[in-house]
Structure formats: structure tokens, C-alpha cells
């Protein structure tokens, strides 16, 4: 993985930087941030494992430059840890009703809805690299 980043970084036209992963890609975002590979990079976390604690106190240590998407019926879903994030400064995306895909289960038009925004928070969030 860190091999990949660094190839990536060498390819890249811009000095700036915003990566994103899902679900198990966020433990590779984890692990990319265990080694120091991503100084400067913004983050977005979509339905990030926060039930486990090293991805949440990841996540905590770069609040400041990252957003994080997550349903509030998805399994790693946490009041109180969403909470902690958003009290570390870091900007959320919270899906009522949606699962851990993101979907909301027998409602089509609610998960369009629901994709729509993540589309536009990944967008906002991009563009204010």
C-alpha cells in the first residue's frame, strides 16, 4: 500500500492531495497514517471501522483534515463516538437511516438522496484542499 501511495505522489501534477477510502480501505488509510506517508493529505473516510479503537484514535489525531461518512444504522456506527469527532474538529456526514452501503434499506430514492450528498461533501471537501 505504501509503495502504491508513493508511486501515486510521484505521478501527480498538484502538490495537494485528498484520498479516500471505504469500509476496509479506511484500515489502509489507518495504516498509511501509522507510517507518516500522508503529511498534508486530506482525508474522507466513508463508514470508517470506528468500532475499532486505533481507527478512531487515527481518525481523532487529523480531525482537522478530514471528513468522515457514516449511516446511522451502520454497525460501526456510534453516537457518542461520532461526538468525539465532531468535538475534535473533524467534519461529518451523518446518513439517517442508511446501513453500512450507504443505503437505505427498501427506499430507493432516500439512498439517491443520500448518495447525491456524499457526492456533493466529497466535492466541497475536495475543492477546499
Known amino acids: 500500500m505504501l509503495a ?10 498538484s502538490a495537494e492531495v485528498c484520498i479516500v477510502g471505504k469500509s476496509l480501505g479506511t484500515l489502509g488509510i489507518h495504516l498509511l497514517l501509522s507510517q507518516e506517508a500522508l503529511p498534508g493529505a486530506r482525508l474522507v473516510w466513508l463508514t470508517p471501522l470506528l ?12 480531525a482537522a483534515t478530514l471528513l468522515v461518512v457514516i449511516g446511522t444504522l ?29 443505503m437505505v434499506q427498501g427506499d430507493t430514492v432516500a439512498s439517491l438522496r443520500h448518495l447525491c450528498r456524499v457526492m456533493q461533501a466529497i466535492r466541497d471537501f475536495a475543492a477546499s484542499v
Do not use: K, M
Open 51 to 62: 468500532g475499532r479503537p486505533e481507527v478512531q484514535a487515527r481518525i481523532l489525531e487529523r
Open 74 to 102: 451502520d454497525p460501526h456506527f456510534s453516537s457518542d463516538r461520532v461526538q468525539e469527532l465532531r468535538s475534535a474538529g473533524a467534519e461529518l456526514l451523518v446518513l439517517e437511516g442508511a446501513h453500512h452501503n450507504l
Open 4 to 13: 502504491a501511495y508513493r508511486a501515486a505522489q510521484t505521478a501527480r501534477a
